[in-house]
């Protein structure tokens, strides 16, 4: 038996809410900002480029609604003026013994916007719920 990438399907993600499965999370991104810097008297007519800020994406959790669930919008209702309920988020990818192989963790997390379902008279999808948090540094957990 070989060393075979892992599926993306199976996974949990710890958010201080439910234990209510995510249907989808994706934002696990980071990025180093360029900075172009040239003296004026280097020989070479090229900049140097040099790191800069890190910058992470928001990350966005996906979920189907449940009766009498308001999570996710209690969640949002905490922002008030330049306070919020922060918390620490972990998102495992599992194996199939439901063990956490590899873990994500985001720094700081609040929610930046809620996006209610699409509804439609004439579909059979699933009610989706979007929440989308801002944090303050991802890492991976060991």
């Keep these: 038996m070989g060393n075979n990438p892992l599926a993306a399907y199976h996974f949990i993600v710890e958010w201080g809410g439910t234990k209510l499965g995510f249907s989808e999370v994706s934002g696990l991104n980071i990025e180093h900002e360029v900075i172009e810097y040239r003296e004026g008297s280097s020989p070479e007519f090229k900049s140097r480029k040099i790191p800069g800020m ?3 994406s928001n990350i966005t959790l996906k979920r189907g609604i449940m009766k009498s669930d ?9 922002i008030n003026m330049n306070a919020v309920e922060r918390r620490d988020i972990i998102i495992s990818l599992l194996n ?3 063990e956490p192989v590899m873990s994500w963790k985001a720094k700081n997390a609040w929610p930046t916007k809620y ?11 699933i009610a989706i719920e979007t929440l989308e948090l801002a944090h303050e540094g991802l890492s991976i957990v060991k």
């Design 70 to 78: 308001t999570e996710f919008m209690d969640w949002m209702n905490t």
């Design 96 to 98: 199939e013994v439901h």
């Design 115 to 125: 996006s209610g379902p699409i509804l439609n008279a004439t579909g059979s999808d």
């Design 54 to 56: 890190v910058k992470y």
